[in-house]
């Protein structure tokens, strides 16, 4: 497939600044927009057993929008993981990380070997870590990713909110894009 035709399908992200006045719901806003590690207020608003499922992880071309965030080339690959982070085996996040290959260099290769480890936590303990600013979006059926988010869930939703930003290790840097499903959204932390 080509990049136009990849990128009409998928989600619109945007800045905060631009979401002033629109209709965010008030739960999901204090997920978006909370600066500390998804992974660790997961667990802690999880009363049961936490886990990372390991939907994916190959390499592959980043669609058009991560590959213009993270200044790659239109061509160029990158390791993709996705994953669902699971409360008592209930999805309550989608999370696709795309990584260009000059991040994987050197130091940095345990990336690849994560497994099941949450990602996460392997970002926040990193002394080098920063964190560019987040985007949001609604996304709806027929953008890219709304199907793998959703697809262990009983009824579909309209619509799912999801931020993305960079990181940067050592000043390289990887995408990461988290997806809340109606199951964290209703906990309401």
Same mark, same amino acid.
């Given at each position: 497939?080509?990049?136009?035709?990849?990128?009409?399908?998928?989600?619109?992200? *945007?800045?905060?600044?631009?979401?002033?006045?629109?209709?965010?719901?008030?739960?999901?806003?204090?997920?978006?927009?909370?600066?500390?590690?998804?992974?660790?207020?997961? !667990? #802690?608003?999880?009363?049961?057993?936490?886990?990372?499922?390991?939907?994916?992880?190959?390499?592959?071309?980043?669609?058009?929008? =991560?590959?213009?965030?993270?200044?790659?080339?239109?061509?160029?690959?990158?390791?993709?993981? *996705?994953?669902?982070?699971?409360?008592?085996?209930?999805?309550?996040?989608?999370?696709?990380?795309?990584?260009?290959?000059?991040?994987?260099?050197?130091?940095?290769?345990?990336?690849? *070997?994560?497994?099941?480890?949450?990602?996460?936590?392997?970002?926040?303990? #990193?002394?080098?870590?920063?964190? #560019?600013?987040? =985007?949001?979006? !609604?996304?709806?059926?027929?953008?890219?990713?709304?199907?793998?988010?959703?697809?262990?869930?009983?009824?579909?939703?309209? !619509?799912?909110?999801?931020?993305?930003?960079?990181?940067?290790? #050592? =000043?390289?840097?990887?995408?990461?894009?988290?997806?809340?499903?109606?199951?964290?959204?209703?906990?309401?932390?």
């Amino acid at each position: 497939m080509h990049w136009v035709g990849r990128h009409a399908f998928e989600p619109v992200w *945007q800045p905060r600044r631009r979401l002033l006045g629109k209709a965010l719901p008030a739960v999901a806003a204090q997920w978006l927009f909370d600066p500390s590690s998804l992974t660790r207020r997961v !667990c #802690d608003a999880c009363s049961g057993a936490f886990r990372v499922d390991v939907l994916s992880q190959r390499w592959g071309r980043p669609m058009l929008n =991560e590959a213009r965030r993270l200044g790659m080339a239109e061509r160029s690959t990158a390791l993709i993981r *996705q994953v669902h982070l699971l409360c008592d085996e209930v999805p309550w996040v989608f999370a696709r990380t795309v990584m260009p290959r000059r991040t994987l260099s050197g130091p940095r290769r345990y990336l690849t *070997q994560l497994g099941t480890r949450p990602l996460g936590a392997v970002l926040f303990a #990193d002394p080098s870590m920063r964190r #560019d600013e987040v =985007e949001v979006a !609604c996304i709806r059926p027929g953008q890219y990713a709304f199907d793998l988010a959703t697809n262990r869930l009983a009824v579909a939703p309209p !619509c799912i909110w999801g931020r993305r930003s960079v990181f940067f290790l #050592d =000043e390289e840097p990887l995408l990461v894009s988290e997806i809340f499903l109606p199951a964290l959204v209703a906990c309401g932390d």
